[in-house]
């Protein structure tokens, strides 16, 4: 059985007065200062002669303050002393919030300054207990430089556990940096090496090449990987994977994997092929390059959907910025494969020699044509 309950109409008042104490607008009123010494400060009723805070901002908390703890000492001051007092009073307030807030600048300023002096330690490749050395150098300067400022070169905390707590935030943000623009990348490629440090343990190097929307290229080391068993072509895939996994990579946008060419770097994949093939596949690229862009000169967006997507809806591309990148691009490619260039010759006359011209060739095989 289901009993209904029904409120009296003094418990109904009751229910209504909270409802309406909880959803009230209170606003500091100035006279509060005139009559109870009190001030606002970040939306909280402090005392002018306590500095203590009323939770509640209501006059009836705010005078009771008063009477309880000022009236028998304030109530005396009336007219143009009150006034004189109440001023008093707020230019000292005013002077200890400056001087928390210049504490407070200080202390920020130290911790920013014992970043910067880790970071230094870090690139310069000393021990992190040389921080408390670099600290008594500074406090000697500043005590033939400039005296006054000793104190805030005091604050600056650089034993060897702050540093290295501060190394690990940088190393933090740093990797977390990395993470956020390798997800932007629209393409990117990986190149690996292998080699043996001082203590006869093989590290796996790993760098990441990118190409961003805007066709911005950045290229960064991710890792280095100890290779502490094997280093098998299995070993170094397994850590391949795990670093670039590590890092968020699209797998879909990678592009091409470059290596030093030993047979546990590349697996089956470089046997059987000699050095003109590898010459065509670069040799091809370029001229992909060439053509696409001639094509952007002339305002043909044919092999770029993106950009001819663009051009269907309306929005106009700058097509000059995107030719430069495809320059700058071929540019590089030119530099960095010059040396492919000097055997050109020797490469035709290998991959097929009845099509050469026996002038282009070295006069030691001209006849033998």
Known sequence: MVREIRLTPHYQN???KRRKV???????QEKWTQYYLFTEVNTKPVCLVCNQQVSVLKEYNIRRHYETHHEEKYHHLQGQLR???????????KKQQSAFTRSREVSDAAVKASYLIANELVQASKPFSDGEFVKTCMLKAAEVVYPEKRPAFAYISLSRNTVADRVEDLSGDLGRQMNDKIKSFIAFSVAIDESTDVTDVAQLAIFIRGVDETL??????????PMKDTTTANDIFSSLIRVLDKAGVDWSRAVSLATDGAPSMVGRKGRKKVVTQYYENIRSFKLKLSLWETQLSNGDTSHFPCLTAMHVTGLNADLDQYKDKITGLLQEFERRFQIFSEPENEFAFFRSPFTVKASDMPADIQLAM
């Open 14 to 16: 009751v229910f209504v």
């Open 83 to 93: 006034k004189e007092k109440i001023n008093e009073l707020l230019t000292g307030l």
């Open 216 to 225: 911005t290229i950045t290229e960064e080391f991710l890792e280095l990987v």
């Open 22 to 28: 909880d959803t009230e607008c209170r606003v500091f």
